[in-house]
Structures are given as structure tokens and as C-alpha cells.
């Protein structure tokens, strides 16, 4: 979900091209905005920079939940959200995306493994 968007909101078109280029369609994407999220029990909230965590602090059903950055499993904590910048910084902002993504994942089939 976005906590500054509206739901059924398309993907940003830098956004789209740059997801392509990496192998993924986002042509059909639509934002959720956080009001219309359905939260579950055990949900771990992973965002992109430092002042979403305050954000989302400041919404009741999020003072409490466990809330991260996405960028510290990729070694770069923050991570600016490419909405509305170029071509180029967008491409940079997905690579630090991909790379975050994999090492969590990476992180999370380690702990399986030793448990």
C-alpha cells in the first residue's frame, strides 16, 4: 500500500519502463492506498525511507506493528521512492529495490533452514 496515493492509482511510467526492462509487466498495476489495506496478523511492514516509519507510526493501526526499512537487508537503509524523478534515478532505485528484496529473501530461507 502507498501512504500517499489512491487506490487503482497506474504505476508511475518510469516506473513501468524500468520494470520492464528488468523482466516484470507493471502495465496493469494499481496503487492501494493505506486507508483501503486490510491488515493480518504477523504483518511485517517494510518501507523505503526513514520518515515513512514516523507516518506510519502516526496511524493507530500501525503505532505498534513491527516496521522496517527494506534497504537495510540491501545494505543501503534508505531508499528514495523514484515516483516522479527520471529515467535514470529510477533505474538506480530498483536496482537498490532488487537487491534489498533478494537479500531478505535470502535472509528468510537461512533462518528456515536453521530452524
Do not use: K
Not at 7 to 29: Q, Y
Not at 69 to 94: N, Q
Amino acid at each position: 500500500f502507498g501512504l500517499r496515493t489512491s487506490t487503482g492509482r497506474p504505476a508511475h511510467d518510469p516506473v513501468i519502463a524500468e520494470a520492464g526492462r528488468r523482466g516484470f509487466d507493471l502495465t496493469a498495476h494499481q496503487a492501494l492506498a493505506v486507508q483501503d489495506f486490510v491488515a493480518v496478523p504477523g504483518d511485517l511492514y517494510l518501507v523505503m525511507e526513514y520518515r515513512q516509519i514516523g507516518e506510519m507510526r502516526q496511524i493507530d493501526r500501525f503505532a505498534r506493528a513491527p516496521i522496517d526499512l527494506l534497504g537495510r537487508y540491501g545494505g543501503r537503509p534508505h531508499l528514495h521512492d523514484p515516483y516522479g524523478l527520471g529515467p535514470s534515478f529510477t533505474a538506480t532505485s530498483l536496482g537498490d529495490i532488487d537487491r534489498s528484496v533478494s537479500a531478505l529473501v535470502n535472509a528468510i530461507r537461512r533462518a528456515r533452514a536453521a530452524a
